[in-house]
């Protein structure tokens, strides 16, 4: 009697089925682990951390920054629908003088020195999110809570370093920064078509907890560690900024002011100055000869500084023989290292400069990119703030072409 077999068909539909039914193992395995560490999270209502961040560009595995390391209070405030957490900076070197500040109603800083302290009552606010510290046990929650949430397109997996896991998230065509307790898409400059952002989540094995991140963007890495970590010792969990003010300090409101549709140093002279480059060779605004020259004040970790860097380069490309020059002026870092690195890394093919501060104060740069283009004379004929790709390309072109 011949025994019944099973079609091609009938084996391939088995095969796939071991897989899914496999696959599905694995991620209700991992989800249930990042369930455990949320759930670990959530018991946090207050903790007290020294956090170090720093910094690099892209393609860079070393900072460009000096790590800096600030002494943390966190306050869990599940009230507070924009960043979810209060909390409170201090210096390495002094944990007891309160730097900065947010309780949920106002944000500040505290200047020692001056005696001043300077808040922010959030009112005429332009952004759809407040600019605020987003501690790291808050920041984590978000994460790791979105990632079993989403119905966005992402990829997560978990990878045991014996002592540790890390847990990486990859969410695909968007760039997602979590900087309030809903996360927001805060890059609107970029095409978000091929983008990843990338999360990396160190967790000790030890207590579930998470103690390190990494967050990978087209336009910078960043990194934050956390040390001497101590949950839920403090009574204080309702935190009140001004409950730590100093008596003899005076209130300062900040303003914020909208962006003049029209530079104050359009139509000057521009302000002189002499700076070095990453070789340290001087070079001043009076060496510059050409018919026109364009200036950028420019941050390597500035996003949409480096969303300009393909049309500056192809500008000085086309513009070779012509009487134009263009050079980039460096605010963000001053490690001479980490700007090599991103210069030969970026295929820069223009004069990069590091900027003083009198010099940076002097054209009144308050964020980058800004791009600052003189005529012969070196009069400043236009100031152009931000960076949106094919519309400030247009409107620079449009003002070269008509100096020349």
């Avoid at 106002?106 to 005696?115: D, H, L, P, Q």
Wanted: proline share 4%; with cysteine; hydrophobic share 35%.
């Amino acid at each position: 009697m011949n025994k019944p077999s099973l079609s091609v068909t009938s084996i391939l539909v088995l095969i796939m089925s071991l897989i899914l039914t496999n696959s599905c193992k694995v991620n209700n395995s991992k989800n249930d682990y990042l369930r455990k560490v949320l759930s670990n999270l959530e018991e946090i209502k207050s903790a007290t951390y020294f956090s170090t961040f720093s910094a690099s560009f892209p393609g860079d595995t070393l900072s460009f920054t000096t790590p800096r390391t600030l002494y943390i209070k966190e306050f869990v405030n599940p009230t507070d629908t924009f960043v979810g957490a209060s909390s409170a900076q201090y210096k390495q070197e002094d944990t007891t003088k309160m730097q900065d500040f947010y309780d949920g109603l106002v944000r500040g800083k505290i200047n020692w020195e001056k005696k001043t302290i300077k808040v922010d009552s959030f009112q005429n606010h332009p952004y759809p999110f407040r600019i605020v510290w987003h501690p790291f046990y808050t920041q984590t929650t978000s994460i790791i809570n979105y990632a079993l949430e989403t119905q966005d397109s992402i990829r997560t997996d978990l990878k045991d370093f014996g002592d540790s896991i890390r847990f990486r998230l990859y969410i695909y065509d968007k760039v997602v920064e979590f900087v309030t307790k809903p996360f927001v898409d805060v890059h609107p400059y970029e095409s978000s078509i091929g983008k990843i952002s990338q999360y990396d989540i160190w967790i000790n094995k030890l207590d579930n907890l998470p103690y390190r991140m990494r967050r990978k963007m087209s336009h910078q890495t960043s990194f934050i560690a956390c040390s001497n970590v101590k949950l839920n010792t403090t009574r204080d969990i309702n935190f009140i900024a001004s409950d730590y003010f100093p008596e003899d300090f005076s209130i300062v409101q900040f303003k914020r002011e909208k962006r003049k549709l029209k530079s104050d140093l359009e139509g000057k002279g521009a302000p002189d100055w002499i700076l070095k480059d990453i070789d340290n060779n001087t070079i001043g605004l009076e060496d510059l000869k050409s018919k026109v020259l364009m200036i950028q004040f420019t941050g390597v970790g500035c996003g949409p500084c480096h969303e300009s860097l393909p049309f500056i380069k192809q500008l000085v490309s086309d513009y070779e023989n012509k009487d134009f020059e263009f050079v980039a002026i460096e605010t963000w870092s001053k490690n001479i290292e980490g700007l090599k690195r991103y210069q030969n890394k970026n295929k820069l093919n223009f004069k990069f400069l590091k900027t003083e501060e009198s010099v940076t104060k002097d054209y009144k740069v308050n964020s980058v990119p800004v791009f600052f283009i003189l005529d012969e004379n070196r009069v400043i004929r236009k100031v152009i703030n931000g960076y949106r790709k094919g519309v400030t390309d247009k409107e620079i072109l449009n003002t070269i072409n008509e100096l020349m």
